[in-house]
């Protein structure tokens, strides 16, 4: 008998878990799709030239930092202010780094860029959720693909939309507010304990209290503020002893 030769695996696109994922993200797209076109709008408006608008849109890739920074470059602030802001709003990026490094550190430099680009805020607590537990798993990057790209879809596609159609949007529409209203039920989703609803409060009242800030600098105290906030009561908190660790 001839020895069985193995099925050549499954393109990416065709695993089920890549499925799962699409499905998974598709369910909060719509939240992230209108918080896009809110961003393009607000950047077509901002008078920044449509194609460096497109180019911000597709590189950059981090609504929260476009938002921070477009009144600081519309207002001549110093190149210095937009990156040091641009750095403390993508301050998170460096949690889910280290998040996703026990998933992907075995991927090459290339692929692991890849992975870090496409990585946002709702689609890794969504892909945490399926794989809880920071080690590799089949079909792991599938779903990962999967709900990533779902993911750039909703937030490019209506983006660009509003960058090219944004100069034509009354003011009177009240896209913006809707686009708040989506934010504030993305971020709802993402608060599950105690440390993000502490940081989440005092980032709300340290905005408040220093607003008066010029370029916008409130934006900047409150992350620190609730970047500190979060680290005391997670450092605060005694970690639980897993009973195997008790053996030693």
């Excluded at 089920?16 to 607000?42: D, H, K, N, S, Y």
């Excluded at 950047?43 to 911000?56: Q, T």
């Excluded at 998040?99 to 890794?124: E, K, S, T």
Aim: a neutral charge; proline letters at 7%; charged letters at 10%.
């Amino acid at each position: 008998m001839s020895p069985t030769v193995p099925a050549d695996p499954l393109p990416i696109w065709r695993e089920p878990e890549f499925e799962q994922g699409v499905r998974e993200m598709g369910g909060i797209a719509l939240g992230i799709a209108a918080w896009g076109l809110v961003t393009g709008v607000a950047m077509a408006k901002s008078g920044m030239p449509l194609s460096l608008a497109v180019l911000m849109s597709l590189i950059v890739f981090a609504g929260s930092a476009q938002l921070a920074t477009l009144p600081l470059i519309a207002a001549g602030a110093p190149v210095w202010v937009v990156w040091a802001t641009a750095a403390c709003v993508n301050l998170r990026f460096l949690v889910f780094s280290a998040g996703a490094r026990p998933y992907f550190g075995h991927l090459p430099f290339w692929r692991r860029m890849q992975v870090g680009y496409f990585i946002a805020d709702i689609n890794f607590v969504v892909f945490t959720r399926r794989y809880p537990e920071p080690r590799r798993a089949p079909g792991q990057l599938a779903y990962f693909w999967g709900g990533v790209i779902t993911n750039w879809l909703a937030w490019q596609l209506p983006s660009l939309v509003g960058i090219f159609v944004g100069n034509h949007v009354p003011a009177d529409w009240g896209i913006g507010f809707a686009g708040t209203l989506a934010l504030i039920g993305l971020c709802w989703s993402l608060l599950g304990d105690r440390a993000t609803w502490a940081a989440a409060a005092v980032a709300a009242c340290a905005a408040v209290a220093a607003y008066s800030l010029p370029l916008r600098l409130n934006i900047v105290v409150a992350i620190a503020a609730a970047v500190a906030v979060g680290l005391l009561i997670d450092h605060s908190v005694p970690r639980s002893v897993k009973p195997e660790d008790d053996l030693t």
